[in-house]
Structures are given as C-alpha cells and as structure tokens.
C-alpha cells in the first residue's frame, strides 16, 4: 500500500496562491493515479482534480478549472496542486488520493470510492 502526507495549507486572502503537496511513500509511485478531493466546512467531500499514471492527462472540477493545476513528480514520488486566484469558497480541507485500479479510475476518476488510499488532509482557508 501507499502512504500519502499532504502539505502546504494554510490561510490566505482572496486572490491569494498556494501550493499543495502529496509525498506518497510505500509503494512505486507511478503504478497509482492519484486526485485530490476537499471537504468544505459543513459538506461532503468533492472532486477537485485528477491525473494519470505519467501525468499525462489531467481533468478539474468546473468550480476550479483555470485555476488549479494538478502535476506530479514521479521521480520525487509527489503529487502538486497549484492553486492561484483562491476564493473564500475553496475554504476546505484538502485531501489527496490514489487509485489502484486503471478500470476504476478511468471510469470513475471524480468519485471518491475509486480511489484506494486518502492522506488526513491539509486546512485551506480563504479570507474576504
């Protein structure tokens, strides 16, 4: 299995960037495709973003597209997200994932049962 850390949270003001980072460690990085997710304060967990295997192909949320860019590392074994222009609406936590199963995925890449292993998740806050 995969163990995933995620980092770079923190609070910003509207319009602000940050960066995420998922280090992943346990197993070869680049047999998983991974996501990110978030939890806004109060509601259910949503897809944010996904990206495959090499990296080269990635999807986002409508909410995010333009805005948040997914990336990853296979040689760092690290999964990024890019977030610039942030609203006070991203405030959430935010979590990364990664899915075993190439069916699965491919199928299912915005649904959280897809993926096999989440990190705890990092805090996003967004100020007016």
């Known amino acids: 299995q995969v163990q995933l850390i995620e980092s770079g949270g923190g609070q910003v003001q509207t319009g602000g960037s940050l960066r995420l980072s998922c280090a992943a460690s346990g197993r070869t990085f680049s047999d998983y495709a991974m996501g990110w997710f978030r939890q806004p304060p109060g509601k259910e967990r949503e897809f944010v973003a996904a990206i495959t295997w090499l990296g080269d192909s990635t999807w986002a949320a409508d909410s995010v597209k333009g805005r948040f860019t997914i990336s990853r590392d296979n040689a760092k074994n690290t999964l990024y997200l890019q977030m610039v222009t942030l609203k006070p609406e991203d405030t959430a936590i935010y979590y990364c994932?990664?899915?075993?199963?190439?069916?699965?995925?491919?199928?299912?890449?915005?649904?959280?049962?897809?993926?096999?292993?989440w990190g705890q998740g990092t805090q996003v806050t967004v100020t007016s």
């Open positions: 994932a990664a899915s075993r199963s190439p069916p699965k995925f491919l199928s299912g890449k915005t649904e959280a049962t897809t993926y096999d292993y």
